[in-house]
């Protein structure tokens, strides 16, 4: 497995469907400052706003080019060069900690599993369709609340699956951590989990880790996997700027990443995500956008 090097543009190199995030009015924004950055291509302004509605859109690529474009003209720009880093998947530089709400910083892993690993978790997870029960939310006394979160979740995930990804991550975390620029602290637990999203569902905003409130996650880590071709659009992971200090989100600034086969996002456990509304058949579960979520939980 290895760390992504080159620029991620494809991971979602195609114009939105659906209904997620106002893609329409988004499509058209981009469209829009395009054209006229033809015409003023050294206009700070209009740099930074195609920027951000490009990684709002999930262009990565165009956003990082164009935030290195904003720093050639800007040196003293107070982000363009950690969007730029962050965006070719490579270690941004510090942020000031008077920058708020911040980016949320990730790491992608393409091929997480070996082309027989990931067939054999497919073939699993489309065998047990039984096994998948709507989720519930809450730590506490968790229930079901379709209003934040209409997706399903395995009942039951096999000990031989939690033993791999807990061995995958745990031999990467170290690599993890530096990159995203997180202390190394005492692991408690790997917790692990398969979920299914189909058409017509999502995850609303919200955060996995707040204040001193038990279980103390640090990072989530985000396997996708579906079959081939794949029979859905959405379902994007919408991962929202966070104010640190207050833990606030405003809601309208994202990076976008658009689920991948085979492949794991990663992020810190302290900032807004959501899952996009999924595209597809609400019937027909083996095309759903399936994912292993795991949560790394420090140990207090």
């Known amino acids: 497995m290895n760390f992504i090097e080159a620029s991620p543009g494809a991971l979602n190199p195609q ?36 920027a951000e509605i490009c990684r709002c859109c999930g262009y990565l690529e165009k956003a990082s080019e164009t935030y290195r474009r904003l720093a050639q003209l800007e040196p003293d720009h107070p982000t363009a060069l950690y969007f730029a880093a962050l965006f070719e998947n490579s270690e941004p530089p510090v942020l000031s900690p008077e920058i708020q709400p911040k980016p949320v910083p990730f790491v992608i892993i393409p091929d997480f599993l070996q082309p ?15 096994l998948y029960v709507k989720a519930k939310t809450g730590i506490n006394a968790p229930s079901y609340n379709p209003a934040l979160r209409n997706n399903l979740y395995g009942s039951k995930t096999p000990t031989e699956i939690k033993k791999q990804f807990r061995s995958l991550i745990s031999g990467v975390l170290p690599d993890l951590l530096r990159k995203l620029r997180i202390p190394p602290f005492e ?26 409130q038990p279980p103390h996650r640090v990072l989530n880590c985000v396997y996708y996997y579906h079959k081939e071709p794949k029979a859905f659009s959405g ?66």
């Not at 106002?22 to 395009?34: R, T």
């Not at 790997?190 to 609303?204: N, P």
């Not at 309208?252 to 492949?263: A, D, H, K």
């Not at 456990?269 to 939980?297: K, L, Q, T």
Request: with cysteine; glycine share 4%.
């Open 15 to 50: 114009p939105l469907i659906g209904n997620s995030m106002n893609a329409d009015l988004l499509n058209k924004a981009e469209l829009s400052l395009f054209q006229k950055l033809k015409n003023a291509p050294e206009d700070t302004t209009l740099l930074v706003n195609y």
């Open 116 to 130: 027989e690993e990931h067939q054999r978790l497919l073939d699993f997870t489309l065998d047990h369709e039984r």
């Open 187 to 212: 692991v408690d637990k790997i917790s692990v989990m398969l979920t299914a999203t189909l058409g017509g569902q999502y995850y609303r905003n919200h955060i996995d880790k707040k204040n001193s």
């Open 235 to 300: 379902g994007d992971l919408l991962m929202h700027d966070t104010n640190l200090k207050d833990l606030q989100t405003p809601g309208n600034r994202f990076t976008r990443l658009s689920p991948q086969n085979n492949c794991m996002a990663v992020f810190p456990a302290d900032y807004y995500h959501e899952i996009s509304e999924v595209v597809g058949d609400p019937d027909d579960f083996s095309s759903a956008r399936f994912a292993v979520v795991c949560h790394v939980i420090e140990k207090k």
